[in-house]
């Protein structure tokens, strides 16, 4: 149990993990972007354009989902404070 905390710790804290992220994490979110760009080329040229925007809609979800999980965090709190609204009272 007490290897276990320890870990739970180390990686809570800011250690070489986050250095890292915090080193390369705008590399890897402009190559990720630069990909999504010239899949979305190669796509357009090769007239798959019902490939062309499953592959943005797969995008959009993994940089959301990657890139950005502080948007959706809230979602399922939100959206239940507005539809129950009333009943909440």
Same mark, same amino acid.
């Given at each position: 149990?007490? $290897? ?5 710790? /180390?990686?809570?804290?800011? %250690?070489?993990?986050? !250095? &890292?992220?915090?080193?390369? %994490?705008? =590399?890897?979110?402009? !190559? ?6 010239? +899949?979305?080329?190669?796509?357009? @040229?090769?007239?798959?354009f019902? !490939?062309?925007? #499953?592959? +943005? ?5 993994? !940089?959301? *989902?990657?890139? +950005?999980? $502080? &948007?959706?965090? +809230?979602? %399922? $709190?939100?959206l239940? =404070?507005? /539809? *129950?609204?009333g @009943? #909440?009272?």
């Amino acid at each position: 149990m007490r $290897e276990h905390l320890l870990t739970v710790l /180390l990686m809570l804290g800011d %250690g070489p993990v986050t !250095a &890292l992220n915090k080193l390369i %994490g705008g =590399e890897i979110k402009q !190559a990720f972007y630069l990909i999504c760009a010239l +899949g979305a080329i190669i796509l357009a @040229w090769m007239r798959k354009f019902t !490939a062309l925007v #499953s592959f +943005g809609c797969l995008m959009l979800f993994v !940089a959301i *989902f990657i890139f +950005g999980p $502080e &948007l959706i965090a +809230g979602v %399922g $709190e939100n959206l239940g =404070e507005q /539809l *129950f609204k009333g @009943w #909440s009272q």
